[in-house]
């Protein structure tokens, strides 16, 4: 079973910016896509930036609503993926989870809180 640990979400102005990274456990972290979702109240979780496996060249793809300012990577010797978030806007709060994409049901975590508020 693949443990996914997120961290590195808090409160940040409007215009801030935030780096959010994910821990991965088990040997198949390399070889999958990996994703950045998130969860506004009332709302469907959606993915806001992928990442394919190092197989396919790590290539990253974004929603439209945080593309230019949100920056997927991944780092496969530690087997983490971050997500650097810099312009943050009000829209953007929610609880952020990373998992492979596409995602595996028994792999969601906790998530991290991200709250843009001023």
């Known amino acids: 079973q693949v443990q996914l640990v997120e961290s590195g979400g808090g409160l940040v102005q409007p215009g801030g910016s935030l780096r959010l990274s994910c821990a991965a456990s088990?040997?198949?972290?390399?070889?999958?896509?990996m994703g950045w979702y998130r969860q506004a109240p009332g709302k469907q979780r959606e993915l806001v930036a992928r990442i394919t496996s190092i197989t396919t060249g790590g290539r990253p793809d974004y929603a439209d609503s945080v593309k230019g300012r949100f920056t997927i990577s991944r780092d496969n010797v530690k087997n983490s993926v971050d997500l650097q978030m810099n312009s943050l806007k009000p829209e953007d709060t929610a609880v952020y989870y990373c998992?492979?994409?596409?995602?595996?049901?028994?792999?969601w975590g906790q998530g991290t809180q991200v709250t843009v508020s001023s």
């Open positions: 998992n492979f994409s596409p995602p595996l049901r028994d792999s």
């Open positions: 088990g040997s198949i972290f390399r070889l999958n896509a």
